[in-house]
């Protein structure tokens, strides 16, 4: 009977040990597990297929144009759809991308040109309800699913991506120079707990530090570059706590300056695309979404969605970490 009540103790100690594992990691805010994977279609080094070409789809804002209207170029927000069986939730988000053009800022020497990672200022990511396909034909073009309620909104500074350059180039016209910079494809990545977060619903799926999603449910979820506007964290004086303050960066774009890639995995349904539009302080994705029309014909975006591991997972690892203590420690007496 003392043994059995040992165990018992023995049991919520590890349950405590993990729990607080569990917590650390939730604190620290980068997601290690992959809980859903779209990868990108490209191509190898020297032109070899990989897996399929993939594409540029240009997903990107001016956020000066959009204050003023909803259609005036670059304006277009991409977004795609996505499915798990876990209740694990979204702590981190690495998604791919080309540089399909310059961002320009007027300075007291002429126009500076920016080209490539940092030309931005920085991501939206947003992500939404479902609206389904009424008759789930995926076929129809009257009728396709698409986003619905936006439920939370991460705008994210650049310097809190982080972005590496990838040996892969994507699909491009015939007799294109494949030194071209515009077809090199960039990976990013960034945590949700580093971004500002806006436009939460009470009670929802979105909160400050990540996105709890329902096992089984269809989401959307929207990555944008933007340009023009850029927020940043400052210490409150007197407390610990953050404010975010917007800034002007002056730069602008005049056409589509980056793209988010395809992806060959048939996943959901169609990516689509719509436009942003912020009258006052508020911003609102138009409902008109329509599916996006690739050149190469991969209508899923590629990104991953990344959590921490489970706590049952990490008590079963404690567990059989602390079994094996116990049985040496038999041994050793």
Request: aromatic share 12%.
């Amino acid at each position: 009977m003392k043994r059995f009540s040992r165990a018992i103790r023995f049991g919520i100690t590890l349950s405590v040990v993990a729990a607080s594992l569990f917590a650390s990691q939730a604190i620290a805010g980068t997601g290690t597990v992959i809980k859903y994977d779209q990868p990108i279609g490209h191509l190898g080094p020297n032109g070899t297929n990989m897996m399929t070409w993939g594409e540029d789809i240009p997903s990107d804002v001016d956020w000066n144009k959009i204050m003023q209207s909803p259609t005036v170029p670059p304006n277009w927000v991409i977004a795609d759809d996505f499915r798990d069986p876990f209740d694990s939730p979204v702590i981190t988000v690495k998604w791919w991308g080309s540089y399909v053009g310059p961002t320009f800022r007027e300075t007291a020497t002429g126009l500076e040109t920016k080209f490539g990672p940092g030309s931005e200022d920085g991501y939206l990511v947003s992500f939404f309800s479902d609206i389904p396909d009424p008759d789930g034909s995926r076929t129809n073009p009257e009728a396709w699913s698409r986003p619905g309620t936006l439920l939370g909104s991460y705008v994210l500074p650049f310097d809190k991506v982080r972005w590496k350059e990838t040996p892969f180039i994507g699909w491009h016209e015939p007799n294109t120079n494949p030194d071209d910079p515009r077809l090199r494809i960039y990976e990013y990545e960034a945590d949700l707990m580093d971004a500002h977060f806006d436009h939460g619903i009470a009670g929802g799926p979105a909160h400050p530090n990540g996105f709890d999603q329902k096992p089984g449910t269809t989401y959307w979820i929207s990555i944008v570059a933007e340009v023009g506007h850029k927020l940043e964290a400052v210490q409150v004086p007197g407390s610990n706590e953050l404010q975010w303050i917007s800034q002007d960066t002056g730069k602008f774009a005049q056409e589509h300056y980056w793209g988010w890639h395809t992806s060959p995995r048939d996943a959901g349904d169609l990516a689509t695309m719509s436009h942003l539009f912020m009258p006052g302080n508020e911003w609102e994705y138009l409902q008109g979404w329509q599916p996006i029309d690739p050149r190469h014909g991969l209508h899923d975006m590629a990104f991953q969605l990344k959590t921490i591991p489970e706590p049952s997972a990490m008590l079963l690892a404690a567990l059989a970490l602390a079994g094996s203590s116990l049985v040496a420690r038999r041994r050793r007496s």
